[in-house]
């Protein structure tokens, strides 16, 4: 049993452990006990150090600069467990592990000592502006060769930055729900002004017919004769995307009985009907008709079957699973629950953008498999289509779609509304309203010998009525 004594009327406990020579101190303040070592072996001055260390606590603790209650660290795990309990069913994995990254990574390491009430608009700045200049060295499974420099993280985005906040901003939340944290504080950046509203990267006409040249020339003589399915692929990818503007996550989850082949009673025209699961739930989208054609040759095209499949069909067969028939017979049309694109095209897609020179735009904005979606937007823009059907089509807003799409589309101009002239308008006037002559009032009396009323010019046939009531 360790040696224990007490002072200060038993608000300040003084003991020794078993395997220490050394007295320790103790005392609960500001809602947190409180321990330090006197590093002394006589009882007596490890007294007088106990007391001066609980005096002065006592005063810090009465100024308020002693802060207590809980740790980041502790307000960090009572969040995972609740977060990936509640949330996780409802969000992507990948998002779900990015956000534990984000808190393990860089919030963990500057914030997990510290109390939540020690966490203040000021000590956020520090740690935006400790991201911003401290670049840590990236680990490489190889060796540097000689002069070669380090390898170190990247100076984050502003996007990048703006999620970790967002990560800061949910565990503070958190804490604020248990009673650990009175209030959240303002965690918006001091300098901030109005953002630059850009547009989204797209292709542009000439653009999108050297991509889909490219992916055509590619499907016809693949760089290696066993990537001939892939290329197929991508070529369709492209054309399908940017006649449908589905969003690259929608497409993933798309399933050949989503797409049916229907006639469109208002143009006429053979169409895609489609029935989109994606981040805003499930809904509905109508394709231009040239993306008919891509989908026939998606759901006419063989692919490899997968190894369980193959594996599954054997046991039903009482065939053992290492007996495997011909190679062709592996290959199998997709089947009604089998996706349209099973596989990931993002490499090929910068590939080809890399040997056309079209992985940037001329803003610098990087183009992406998203950016055949914001070409749909652009073109169905640039052919006069009612923006509210657009919004409908591709299950956004009105809002967004003017902010980013409309705003730098030059036919959403237009020149006759801008470039007007007020002769110009008062010669269509009179010529809409029967000419000036229709303009005379016919209500002023003439003098007798007085000169003749001649016709008020700008004056229309309604005005004259309204004068002559």
Same mark, same amino acid.
Request: charged share 30%; net charge positive; glycine share 4%.
């Given at each position: 049993m360790a040696e224990q004594h007490e002072l200060m009327g038993g608000k300040l406990h003084i003991y020794k452990r078993e395997n220490s020579r050394f007295w320790q101190c103790s005392a609960y303040l500001a809602g947190k006990n409180r321990r330090m070592t006197t590093k002394e072996e006589s009882l007596s001055h490890a007294k007088e150090i106990a007391e001066d260390w609980f005096i002065e606590l006592r005063g810090k603790a009465r100024a308020g600069v002693l802060k207590g209650?809980?740790?980041?660290?502790?307000?960090?795990?009572?969040?995972?467990?609740?977060?990936?309990?509640?949330?996780?069913?409802?969000?992507?994995?990948?998002?779900?592990?990015?956000?534990?990254?984000?808190?393990?990574?860089?919030?963990?390491?500057?914030?997990?000592?510290?109390?939540l009430s020690e966490i203040t608009p000021g000590l956020v700045q520090q740690y935006r502006v400790q991201r911003m200049t401290v670049?840590?060295?990236?680990?490489?499974?190889?060796?540097?060769? /000689?002069? #070669?420099?380090?390898? $170190? @993280?990247?100076?984050?985005? %502003?996007?990048?930055?703006?999620?970790?906040?967002?990560?800061?901003r949910q565990v503070l939340k958190a804490a604020n729900r248990q009673g650990w944290l009175?209030?959240?504080?303002?965690?918006?950046?001091?300098?901030?002004?109005?953002?630059?509203?850009?547009?989204?990267?797209?292709?542009? /006409?000439? #653009?999108?017919?050297? $991509? @889909?040249?490219?992916?055509? %020339?590619r499907a016809q003589k693949p760089?290696?004769?066993?990537?001939?399915?892939?290329?197929?692929?991508?070529?369709?990818y492209v054309l399908f995307m940017a006649n449908t503007g589905l969003r690259p996550d929608e497409a993933a989850r798309l399933e050949l009985r989503d797409v049916r082949i229907v006639k469109d009673t208002g143009s006429k025209e053979t169409i895609l009907e489609i029935e989109v699961r994606g981040k805003r739930g499930v809904g509905w989208c109508k394709s231009t008709s040239g993306a008919v054609l891509p989908f026939k040759r998606l759901c006419d095209r063989e692919r490899l079957q997968a190894e369980a499949a193959i594996d599954s069909a054997a046991r039903a067969a009482g065939q053992p699973t290492s007996v495997r028939t011909a190679k062709e017979?592996?290959?199998v049309k997709p089947g009604p629950t089998d996706k349209l694109f099973p596989s990931s095209q993002r490499e090929l897609f910068n590939a080809i953008l890399g040997d056309l020179n079209l992985k940037h735009d001329r803003d610098g904005n990087i183009r992406t498999t998203y950016s055949l979606r914001h070409t749909y937007i652009c073109f169905r823009l640039m052919e006069g289509?009612?923006?509210?059907?657009i919004a409908k089509n591709c299950r956004t807003s009105?809002?967004?779609?003017?902010k980013f799409y409309a705003a730098h589309i030059k036919t959403m101009l237009d020149a006759t509304a801008i470039n007007v002239r007020k002769g110009v308008i008062q010669r269509e006037r009179e010529s809409r309203e029967g000419g000036p002559e229709d303009a005379i009032r016919k209500d002023r009396r003439v003098r007798?010998?007085?000169?003749?009323?001649?016709?008020?010019?700008?004056?229309?046939?309604?005005?004259s009525a309204m004068d002559q009531r």
């Open positions: 209650g809980k740790s980041f660290r502790e307000a960090v795990k009572h969040f995972l467990a609740e977060y990936l309990t509640l949330v996780a069913p409802e969000r992507n994995p990948y998002y779900m592990k990015n956000c534990q990254m984000r808190l393990r990574a860089h919030l963990l390491p500057f914030f997990g000592d510290k109390t670049r840590r060295p990236r680990p490489i499974k190889r060796e540097l060769k /000689p002069g #070669e420099a380090e390898p $170190l @993280y990247p100076v984050p985005t %502003r996007s990048t930055l703006h999620q970790e906040i967002v990560a800061l009175e209030y959240v504080p303002d965690l918006s950046p001091p300098y901030k002004a109005s953002g630059k509203v850009t547009h989204r990267a797209w292709f542009s /006409p000439e #653009e999108y017919q050297q $991509l @889909y040249e490219a992916t055509r %020339r760089l290696n004769n066993r990537h001939r399915w892939t290329c197929e692929q991508m070529h369709d017979s592996c290959k289509a009612d923006i509210y059907q009105v809002e967004m779609i003017e007798k010998g007085g000169p003749t009323p001649t016709p008020r010019r700008g004056r229309n046939a309604r005005e």
